[in-house]
């Protein structure tokens, strides 16, 4: 379908989820459009950065068939206070699964791939510019440098959004990356395949959780995210971490098989995710829960309707601002609500003290927290969140925890 000018219609940066859920997305219906996919890394899904938990109905609306990979259901999750205390939500159905992220990717690709998307590994985008035609994107590709034009541009590109600051756009507020370390290991000893375990604690993972996420009944994903001003000693928290009074005789005859790292997006949405003919997805757009870091079913749907708006101007159903807007606008009826309340959790949470953790999962056991969440979607949990801190019971319960959220409503409200 390109016409003579553009090399493709649409040009997308970054072959995570979000970039290949747009691709899939415009180029499974006839009349087919072109469509050029660009990552800088040699291998689809790799380096690994991710724990791959996530929320079953969030996978099937990314139109996948989820009997297609390896995965490990999870009924229950367990949150641990930092004085040893905790509580259980047990959704007693496969409401979540634990997937290998590397098959995930590349099985996204693939789909794309058969749908007639090109993919070009080691290909890094350097630069990007617009002018009457459309875009122009300056490649590097193995010392060589090329030249591609495109007609719409998606940008995929991950956490740092290089390309979409580069053309003036806001990225994620780098303040709120939360640099993780992760290793997975084999022959851990009492793993309940069902249940994760997220544990709190200054002492463990200043500013976010550590994570135990069981692949099978003997090997896990044990991680952890810290504030950034702790990034030089990832290493020791995760040592520190193995070493809970929960977790060290799990670990006794254990080996490390892999190690991980990368940055847990934790921002909230960016205000402005569309150009001329361009529009951001995924990570690079924020779209991802600023509770848990989560962001491979929610960015890749809102690349699905990325992709969608991308084949509507090409087949020029729509004028290209207007295609654009109206991605903004439909991501964030979907969405917006839930991940801005997520964010401000995440503000409120994120400073607060071992004292006051030991009391939320006190609040959280006496009020049931796992059943006003029971309802709400996994993925959508900031409503729930919400109305559970509004029932007169919690509230009151959490009445010296006003003075945080208030000062941090007003910084969300002056920023
Ligand atoms: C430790 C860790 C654990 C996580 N665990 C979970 C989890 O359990 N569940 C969950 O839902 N989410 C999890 N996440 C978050 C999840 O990994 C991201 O939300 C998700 O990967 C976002 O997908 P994306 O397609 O937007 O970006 P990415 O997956 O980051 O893909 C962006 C791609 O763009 C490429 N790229 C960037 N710039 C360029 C360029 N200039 N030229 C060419 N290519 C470029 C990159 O190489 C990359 O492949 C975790 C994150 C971390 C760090």
Partial sequence: MSSTNFDSDLAIVGAGPAGSCAAWESVKY?????????????????????????ATDGLRNLGLNLTKLNYNKIKRAKFIAPNFSSFDINRGKDSMVVIDRVALDNYLAERARTN???????????????????????INHKKK????????????????????????????????????LQYEFEDTQDVDPDC????????????????????NENSVRLGIAVEPRFKGKRRLFLKQFRKHPFLK??????????????????????????HKSFMVIGDAAGQSKA???????????????????ARKIILEELPSLKACRDYQNQWRTLFEPNLSLMKLFRRILTPLPDETWNEIIKIGRETDIGGSLSTSHIDLHGIGLLKHALRPRVFMKSFHAIPQAVSSLFREFIS
């Fill in 30 to 54: 006839k009349p087919g459009v072109s469509v050029s996919i660009f990552e800088e890394h040699s291998n689809i899904g790799r380096p690994l950065q991710c724990s791959g938990l996530v």
């Fill in 116 to 138: 007639g998307c090109e993919y070009h590994l080691e290909h890094r985008v350097n630069q990007i510019h617009f002018d009457d035609n459309g875009w122009i994107l300056y």
């Fill in 291 to 309: 509770t848990t870091g989560g962001g491979i079913n929610i960015g890749g749907y809102c690349g699905r309707l990325a992709g969608l708006m």
């Fill in 249 to 274: 005789d799990r670990f006794k005859n254990s080996k490390i098989t892999n190690s991980y790292g990368g940055y847990v997006p934790v921002s909230g949405p960016v205000k402005i995710t569309y």
């Fill in 196 to 215: 994760v375990e997220l544990y709190f604690g200054r002492k463990y993972a200043p500013g976010f959780f550590g994570w135990f996420i069981p692949i």
């Fill in 145 to 180: 440098k090329k030249i591609h034009r495109s007609k719409v541009l998606v940008s995929a590109e991950g956490v740092h959004a290089r390309l979409t600051r580069s053309i003036g756009l806001s990225p994620p507020d780098r303040n709120w990356l939360f640099p993780a």
